[in-house]
């Protein structure tokens, strides 16, 4: 089943959807995000399209469900395996 959906937050471990069909918490998810095209830049982190993902809460409001969804991976990841946060330069 396809699903457009709409990212109301966005973590390292998950994110809050709104979508307008409902699912029950438990559901295995494939993600799909698409992105602008970006010329290969060795300074850029590799982008995630495709990101497998569970439901783990489903809560229906007004003409739309709200997912909590947890990632199978955190998208931020050190090489060792653990979560680490980093800061990336921007050139102005």
Known sequence: ????????????GGML?????GMAA???????????????????????????????????TEGYYLLGLKFSRPLLQSPAGGSRKRKIAVPV
């Open 1 to 12: 089943m396809l699903e457009f959906a709409t990212a109301l937050n966005v973590s390292a």
């Open 26 to 60: 438990g559901v295995d998810l494939a993600l799909e995000i698409p992105s602008a095209p970006l010329v290969a830049l060795a300074s850029l982190p590799q982008a995630s399209r495709h990101l497998p993902a569970r439901a783990l809460r489903a809560t229906q």
């Open 17 to 21: 959807l709104a979508v307008r069909r």
